[in-house]
């Protein structure tokens, strides 16, 4: 009897939760009114409780990490469900809105399949894929493992301290 108890008052918070989230990370926008009315097209900014980057650069897979057009560029990997990438979503979108000198792109690892994971993580020197991430990519689409120190970060607090060497210029072997 207290374990139903229990779980019907779990459920009821959890539920509540649910809610209380999906209602405070609504983001209006008001493009189709203000073209029919010449308004001036505003949207609101991305809700601190949202990691979808919404409006930011994204890539699709692993196997795009490597692929882009421009030679030197940053990748974040992330996940909705990562506690740590939640806590500094702030800092990196921020970074990310306002560093200019290389592009930055999100990969959410929740939403790819595994096509070229394996070769990501061979890249990397890495055994496993971990949230949150930046990887730092430098001369048409290369990673050099010896540079994993410097130009790969796993963690929260290494992918903030690699922001700042970043915005420092103090990343050896980049930029």
Not at 105 to 127: C, H, I, M
């Given at each position: ?9 779990l459920m ?17 926008s ?31 897979g692993?196997d795009?990490?490597?692929d ?8 974040y990997l992330y996940s909705?469900?990562c ?8 800092q ?9 000198a ?6 959410n690892?929740?939403t ?10 061979a ?9 949150p ?11 050099d ?5 410097a ?7 290494a ?13 050896p072997?980049?930029?």
């Amino acid at each position: 009897m207290k374990r139903l108890f229990l779980v019907v008052i779990l459920m009821l918070c959890l539920s509540g939760c649910a809610l209380a989230i999906s209602a405070a990370t609504t983001v209006p926008s008001t493009t189709a009114s203000a073209a029919s009315t010449d308004l001036p097209v505003t949207t609101a900014e991305p809700t601190t409780t949202v990691l979808d980057f919404a409006g930011l650069n994204h890539i699709n897979g692993y196997d795009e990490i490597f692929d882009r057009s421009t030679s030197t560029y940053i990748v974040y990997l992330y996940s909705l469900s990562c506690h740590n990438c939640s806590t500094i979503k702030q800092q990196v979108h921020d970074f990310a809105t306002t560093y200019t000198a290389h592009p930055v792109y999100f990969l959410n690892v929740e939403t790819v399949d595994s096509d070229g994971r394996e070769d990501y993580l061979a890249a990397t020197g890495q055994d496993s894929v971990g949230v949150p991430c930046m990887v730092l990519v430098s001369g048409s689409g290369s990673f050099d493992p010896e540079e994993t120190g410097a130009h790969l970060a796993r963690g929260s607090s290494a992918v903030l301290e690699l922001i700042a060497a970043i915005q420092g210029n103090s990343v050896p072997s980049w930029n």
